[in-house]
Each structure stands twice: as structure tokens, then as C-alpha cells.
Nanobody
């Protein structure tokens, strides 16, 4: 099976920086698109940024110019560099992988996966 594990969350002051990582493990052949989502208390989960296997990126307007998404395909790992953090960035951040092709029990499968989430708190 495949697992996505996020790391790098924590408490940071306004204006500070954090770097999130998402590592996908398992007998993975390829991953199509990957993305970061976030969910603040009482709000719906929203897309923060996404990146295709070819490196094309997309950002929510609220994070453009402050956040940078990247990935290392050979390591099945994705990153989110977050700079100039604001209190409104406080949320649980989730990693998402779309079109994960993996090998198990002599067969190939393609499925989507979510990580367990990592808390980011921006507060003085």
C-alpha cells in the first residue's frame, strides 16, 4: 500500500517561515499531480498549491508570492516553502497525491491518497 506522511508543521510568529514536506512511500511507480490543502477551524478544506509531474504549479491567490511548492519525483516527495506567514495561514495542512500508480500483489493500481495532516499555527 501507499502512505503519505507530512512533516514540518509547528508554531511560528507572523512574518516567519516554515517548510512542509510530504513523503510518499510504497511500491510507487509514478504520481501524477500532488498538492497541499489546508483546513482552518470551522472552514472548508481549500487548495493551497498544486504541482504536476512535469513541474507546472498552481497557487491560491491568498498565498501567491509567499508560498512555493516543489517536488522531487525520484524521491516521491513534495515540499511547501511558506514565507511571510500570517495568522490567517493557521490551519491543518494536508498532502494530496492524485493518480498514484503502484504495484501490489502482482498487479498495478492507480488511486488517490491523502496524508494525515500537520498543524501550522501562526501567532505571536
Amino acid at each position: 500500500q501507499v502512505q503519505l506522511v507530512e512533516s514540518g508543521g509547528g508554531l511560528v510568529q507572523p512574518g516567519g517561515s516554515l517548510r512542509l514536506s510530504c513523503a510518499a512511500s510504497g511500491s510507487i511507480v509514478s504520481i501524477n499531480a500532488m498538492g497541499w490543502y489546508r483546513q482552518a477551524p470551522g472552514k472548508q478544506r481549500e487548495l493551497v498549491a498544486s504541482i504536476t509531474s512535469g513541474g507546472s504549479t498552481n497557487y491560491a491567490d491568498s498565498v501567491k508570492g509567499r508560498f512555493t511548492i516543489s517536488r522531487e519525483n525520484a524521491k516521491n516527495t513534495m515540499y511547501l516553502q511558506m514565507n511571510s506567514l500570517k495568522p490567517e495561514d493557521t490551519a491543518v495542512y494536508y498532502c494530496n497525491a492524485v493518480g498514484v500508480r503502484y504495484y501490489s500483489n502482482a498487479r498495478y493500481y492507480t488511486r488517490d491518497y491523502w496524508g494525515q495532516g500537520t498543524q501550522v499555527t501562526v501567532s505571536s
